[in-house]
Each structure stands twice: as structure tokens, then as C-alpha cells.
């Protein structure tokens, strides 16, 4: 039997909450006024959120664990939860005052964008796979401009539904997913001191999968991640905005410049090069290397012909 409480639908949410029907059955917003005088719900364990949630929390009253790690709102602070990500609520006050307050919540139903544009662009809003401790961070001006576009949102579908609403609400959540990509690159520019020290950090995780003797794993972003206590994306997407290259990319950078010194270093094999640094297979091993330098290990330690 599943330890979990599931959450599918915006009428659940509504339900859960005390609040009167949804106006849109697939999307809504809840703000801190709705929730006036209403006992949140208490699920006694984790939940199962199997639908889209962004929100803004002011303050520290809330607080949940996500992951492993337990997160304390700070004021003006956007979470991104995806369907199918599970976390465990506490109502537990964690402020000195206990007067802390919801910004709002919006939710949405996978259905909303089933085959449209912005199902496609999704996987670009990486920071709804971020953890907790990787939360999104906003100004008084952020959140005034978000309130407006989250207000031109509640608007559209509170109307009469017609052959515009569809896409005039999935063209308003576009715009609000691409104000978030904006402030994280924001975020991740104004945490610069941090940002380097990751970086150095993952370099010093690079090399210490190579370093020593005996069988290598090839280092993986999500291997990386987890010794540094990141997610993948949100590792990913900081070296990026710090540095022009991706996780990946780092990690492949490293395996060339790992190659190339045992290529020209040693007289091993070019299949033994590949299992020393990680390659179950050496045809992967010589395609990357081929992709990165433009020809073959052999052609490499070769050198150009005379």
C-alpha cells in the first residue's frame, strides 16, 4: 500500500483547501485572501503532487522536506513542483512570530498543454526539476511584476471560456515561465562568489574520479550533482550562466584532456585508454574523442604526418 496522499486535480485542490469550485476545471490560483480563517489540510505523511505548482511564500512559517533535505520558506521565495514529485508538508511553524503569509499558488493540469507549444518547451524550464534548496529567490519588484502577469492568467479564466481563452492563458504561462528563466539568471549572476566555488569544487570532483589506480567509472553529471549536493539540472544550468558550458560538457572537456595525456603518455592500447578512464565501450570512447578533435585516438598519438 502507497505511504503517500495523491493530489490529481484542480476540484481536489479546491476541495483539500475549503474553497468553492474551480472556475477552470485544468488551472488555478489561490491566494493568501482565499485562505483567510482555512486550517490547511493535514495529510499525515507524504503527498504526491501529480500536477504542475509554482509558489510564492513570504516569510518562514512553512516549512517541508523535499528530497532529503528539509527547507524553510524565506521571504519571497518561488517554488516549482512537476507532476509526480513527491514532498511532505509540515504546518509546523518554524518563524519567531508565527505571522508569516502565503503569496499564492498556481496550479495546472498536465492536460492544459497536451500537445500544444509549450508542452514541447517544458523540458527548458529546468528549475521545475531544481530542489528545494535551489529555490528561486525574488525581489519586491519581481513579485509586483509577477502578481501582474499572474493577475492577466486568473483574468482569462475567470471569463466565459471561448476559442481565445486556451490560448491566451498558455501564452501568459510562456511569458511567467520566461520572467523565471530571467531571475534565476539573475540569481545565479548575483551568487557569483558561490558559483565559482562550485565550479571549483566540481573540478576537484573530476579529478578525483580520475586520479589513482585501478578501474574508473566514467563521472556522470548526476554522480557530480549528488557528491556536491546539487541536482543535475540546477548544476548544469549554474556552470552554464557561469561559465558558457554545460555539466556535460565540462565532464567530456576533462575525458579529452585526460585522453590526450595518456594518448601521448603511455604506449597503452587505444581500447585500454578508454577502460582507464571509464568507457565500457572503446568505440564510445574513440567517437566522442573523434567529435571533440576532429580525428581518431590512432590519428592523435600519431601526430601529423611528416
Known amino acids: 500500500m502507497n505511504d503517500f496522499f495523491r493530489i490529481e486535480s484542480i476540484s481536489q485542490i479546491h ?12 488551472i488555478t490560483i489561490i491566494e493568501a485572501a482565499d485562505l483567510k480563517g482555512v486550517p490547511l489540510p493535514e495529510f499525515g505523511g507524504k503527498v504526491r503532487n501529480e500536477l504542475y505548482l509554482v509558489s510564492l511564500k513570504n516569510g ?55 500537445g500544444t507549444q509549450l508542452a514541447k518547451k517544458m523540458r527548458e524550464y529546468s528549475f521545475f526539476s531544481y530542489r528545494a534548496n535551489e529555490a528561486l529567490h525574488v525581489s519586491e519588484q519581481e513579485r509586483t511584476e509577477l502578481a501582474t502577469l ?36 539573475r540569481q545565479f549572476l548575483t551568487r557569483g562568489c558561490v558559483n565559482r566555488d562550485v565550479l571549483t569544487r566540481f573540478e ?13 567509472t566514467l563521472p556522470t553529471v548526476k554522480a ?57 565501450y572503446p568505440q564510445h570512447f574513440s567517437k566522442l574523442f573523434k567529435n571533440a578533435t576532429g580525428l581518431t585516438p590512432g590519428e592523435f598519438r600519431r601526430g601529423p604526418p611528416a
Open 204 to 216: 576537484e570532483v573530476l579529478d578525483l574520479g580520475f586520479a589513482g589506480e585501478g578501474p574508473k
Open 15 to 26: 476541495q483539500l483547501l475549503g474553497l468553492e469550485k474551480p472556475r477552470h476545471p485544468l
Open 60 to 114: 518562514t512559517e512553512c516549512k517541508f522536506i523535499y528530497g532529503r533535505e528539509s527547507y524553510d520558506f524565506q521571504e519571497g521565495t518561488v517554488i516549482f513542483l512537476a507532476p509526480g514529485q513527491v514532498v511532505a508538508p509540515s504546518n509546523e511553524p518554524t518563524g519567531p512570530s508565527g505571522d508569516t503569509e502565503l503569496g499564492w499558488m498556481l496550479f495546472f493540469h498536465p492536460s492544459l498543454i497536451h
Open 150 to 185: 499572474l493577475n492577466l492568467i486568473k483574468i482569462e479564466y475567470g471569463r466565459n471560456l471561448d476559442v481565445y481563452s486556451a490560448g491566451i492563458i498558455l501564452s501568459n504561462l510562456e511569458l511567467l515561465f520566461s520572467y523565471f528563466q530571467r531571475y534565476y539568471g
Open 224 to 280: 557530480c550533482a549528488e557528491r556536491l549536493g546539487y541536482s543535475p539540472n540546477y548544476l548544469s544550468d549554474l556552470l552554464k550562466k557561469e561559465t558558457g558550458k554545460s555539466a556535460q560538457e565540462h565532464i567530456h572537456a576533462r575525458l579529452i584532456e585526460k585522453a590526450k595525456d595518456l594518448l601521448l603518455g603511455t604506449q597503452d592500447p587505444v581500447n585500454r585508454v578508454a577502460y582507464a578512464l571509464g568507457f565500457e
